[in-house]
Nanobody, 116 residues
Framework: QVQLVESGGGLVQAGGSLRLSCAAS????????VNWYRQAPGKQRELVAA???????YYTNSVKGRFTGSKDNAKNTVYLQMNSLKPEDTAVYYC??????????WGQGTQVTVSS
């Protein structure tokens, strides 16, 4: 099973930017897509973004226009660019890559903290 390692989280002031990375131990060339989730303390895990291999994307309303997902097949890495961050974006962020047939892998999570 492909392992995913996340990085890029941290502490940033409101209005700032972060880019989360999710590096895979194997090829991501044939993936079906990538989901990015987040979980804030005391809240349920929330789907933030989905980027499908055919080019379709989904962003939850609260991040539309601010977050952008992408992938680099050559580096076996997917990214979530987060701009104009708000305190309510504070959460642990998880990447989830899924392949044809239903297989999927999860990252370990990375903490994003946005101060006001």
């Amino acid at each position: 099973q492909v392992q995913l390692v996340e990085s890029g989280g941290g502490l940033v002031q409101a209005g700032g930017s972060l880019r989360l990375s999710c590096a895979a131990s194997g090829s991501i060339f044939r993936i079906n897509g990538v989901n990015w989730y987040r979980q804030a303390p005391g809240k349920q895990r929330e789907l933030v973004a989905a980027i499908f291999d055919g080019g379709d994307t989904y962003y939850t309303n609260s991040v539309k226009g601010r977050f952008t997902g992408s992938k680099d097949n050559a580096k076996n890495t997917v990214y979530l660019q987060m701009n104009s961050l708000k305190p309510e974006d504070t959460a642990v962020y998880y990447c989830n890559i899924f392949w044809p047939g239903g297989a999927s892998s999860w990252g370990q999570g990375t903490q994003v903290t946005v101060s006001s």
